[in-house]
C-alpha cells in the first residue's frame, strides 16, 4: 500500500505543469534583450522577444527604468545608464582608445579655451563619453545627465548626418521636442540642416538646446568610413565666431579619424 500511494504521488508531480518564471528571470529576459539592442526597443518588440505579457512586460520594465538598469527613450527603451556603467557598454562603443583619442582632445581644449566635447550614439541621443572642460566652463541641460536629443546638438547632428540609419530613424518621429525658441521641430527643417552638415562636414547648434550655449561639431570616422563619433566645441554664444571654431574642429576630428584608422 505504501508503494501505491508513492506511485500516486510521483504521478500527481508528474502532471503538474512547469513552474513559470518568476519576476527576477523575466527582468533578467528583459535586459538581455535590451542590450543586445543598439537602438530603442518598443514595449510590443520586447513582448514578441521574449515571450511576456504587455503588463508584465510594463511592470518590470517600470521597475528596471527606477533602478537605472533601462530607460525610456521616446516610444521605446534602452539599457540605463547604471547597467551601462556596469558593463562597460559606453567605453566599449568607443572605436579606439583613450591613448588615441585624448591627445586631440586636449589640443583642442589648448586651442579653443572652450569645453570639448566627445559624443557615441546613445539610441536617439547623444552620449558624451569624454569632456574637457575650463575654468570659464558654459553650463549647459547636458552636465550632470553626459546625454542630449540628438536633433537640437552639434554633436547630434554630426552623428544624424552621416549615419543614415539612425536618421531614418529619428526623421520617423515627425516633429521634434523644443527645447529653446530656437530649436529645430520639423521634420523639413532638420533635414535641410543635415544636408547643409554633409556639405561642409560641420554642425552647428546656435542656443538651440540651451539658451546661451552655441556649439560646432564634426564626425569622426572609424575603420570602414563609417561614422563611429562626433568631436565638438561649446562656448558661450557671441563669445567666438562659430566658422573659427568650426575649423579647428574639423581639423581634429579628421585627424582623430586617421588615428582611428592607423591604430
Same mark, same amino acid.
Given at each position: 500500500?505504501?508503494?501505491?500511494?508513492?506511485?500516486?504521488?510521483?504521478?500527481?508531480?508528474?502532471?503538474?505543469?512547469?513552474?513559470?518564471?518568476?519576476?527576477?528571470?523575466?527582468?533578467?529576459?528583459?535586459?538581455?534583450?535590451?542590450?543586445?539592442?543598439?537602438?530603442?526597443?518598443?514595449?510590443?518588440?520586447?513582448?514578441?522577444?521574449?515571450?511576456?505579457?504587455?503588463?508584465?512586460?510594463?511592470?518590470?520594465?517600470?521597475?528596471?527604468?527606477?533602478? #537605472? &538598469?533601462?530607460? !525610456?527613450?521616446?516610444?521605446?527603451?534602452?539599457?540605463?545608464?547604471?547597467?551601462? /556603467?556596469? @558593463? $562597460?557598454?559606453? +567605453?566599449?562603443?568607443?572605436?579606439?582608445?583613450?591613448?588615441?583619442?585624448?591627445?586631440?582632445?586636449?589640443?583642442?581644449?589648448?586651442?579653443?579655451?572652450?569645453?570639448?566635447?566627445?559624443?557615441?550614439?546613445?539610441?536617439?541621443?547623444?552620449?558624451?563619453?569624454?569632456?574637457?572642460?575650463?575654468?570659464?566652463?558654459?553650463?549647459?541641460?547636458?552636465?550632470?545627465?553626459?546625454?542630449?536629443?540628438?536633433?537640437?546638438?552639434?554633436?547630434?547632428?554630426?552623428?544624424?548626418?552621416?549615419?543614415?540609419?539612425?536618421?531614418? #530613424? &529619428?526623421?520617423? !518621429?515627425?516633429?521634434?521636442?523644443?527645447?529653446?525658441?530656437?530649436?529645430?521641430? /520639423?521634420? @523639413? $527643417?532638420?533635414? +535641410?540642416?543635415?544636408?547643409?552638415?554633409?556639405?561642409?562636414?560641420?554642425?552647428?547648434?546656435?542656443?538651440?538646446?540651451?539658451?546661451?550655449?552655441?556649439?560646432?561639431?564634426?564626425?569622426?570616422?572609424?575603420?570602414?568610413?563609417?561614422?563611429?563619433?562626433?568631436?565638438?566645441?561649446?562656448?558661450?554664444?557671441?563669445?567666438?565666431?562659430?566658422?573659427?571654431?568650426?575649423?579647428?574642429?574639423?581639423?581634429?576630428?579628421?585627424?582623430?579619424?586617421?588615428?582611428?584608422?592607423?591604430?
Amino acid at each position: 500500500m505504501p508503494t501505491e500511494l508513492v506511485r500516486q504521488a510521483q504521478r500527481m508531480a508528474d502532471d503538474r505543469p512547469a513552474a513559470q518564471p518568476g519576476s527576477l528571470e523575466r527582468g533578467i529576459d528583459i535586459l538581455l534583450a535590451l542590450s543586445a539592442a543598439s537602438h530603442p526597443v518598443s514595449l510590443s518588440q520586447l513582448c514578441r522577444s521574449t515571450g511576456l505579457p504587455k503588463s508584465t512586460a510594463h511592470r518590470i520594465l517600470g521597475v528596471l527604468c527606477s533602478r #537605472e &538598469l533601462a530607460r !525610456r527613450v521616446g516610444n521605446g527603451y534602452l539599457p540605463g545608464e547604471l547597467l551601462e /556603467t556596469m @558593463a $562597460g557598454i559606453t +567605453r566599449a562603443r568607443v572605436p579606439g582608445t583613450r591613448k588615441v583619442v585624448l591627445p586631440y582632445l586636449l589640443y583642442l581644449y589648448e586651442t579653443t579655451r572652450q569645453t570639448v566635447n566627445l559624443a557615441v550614439p546613445s539610441g536617439l541621443e547623444s552620449r558624451y563619453v569624454e569632456r574637457l572642460y575650463g575654468h570659464n566652463r558654459v553650463d549647459s541641460r547636458s552636465d550632470g545627465m553626459d546625454r542630449a536629443p540628438l536633433h537640437c546638438t552639434a554633436t547630434g547632428k554630426a552623428l544624424l548626418a552621416f549615419d543614415p540609419r539612425l536618421r531614418q #530613424e &529619428l526623421l520617423a !518621429r515627425g516633429s521634434f521636442e523644443r527645447m529653446t525658441r530656437r530649436t529645430i521641430t /520639423t521634420q @523639413a $527643417g532638420l533635414e +535641410r540642416e543635415l544636408a547643409q552638415v554633409r556639405r561642409h562636414g560641420v554642425a552647428y547648434s546656435r542656443e538651440e538646446f540651451t539658451e546661451g550655449v552655441a556649439c560646432v561639431a564634426a564626425p569622426v570616422f572609424g575603420p570602414g568610413g563609417r561614422i563611429c563619433m562626433s568631436l565638438g566645441v561649446a562656448a558661450p554664444a557671441g563669445a567666438a565666431p562659430l566658422a573659427k571654431l568650426g575649423i579647428s574642429v574639423r581639423g581634429a576630428a579628421q585627424a582623430i579619424s586617421a588615428a582611428l584608422l592607423g591604430a
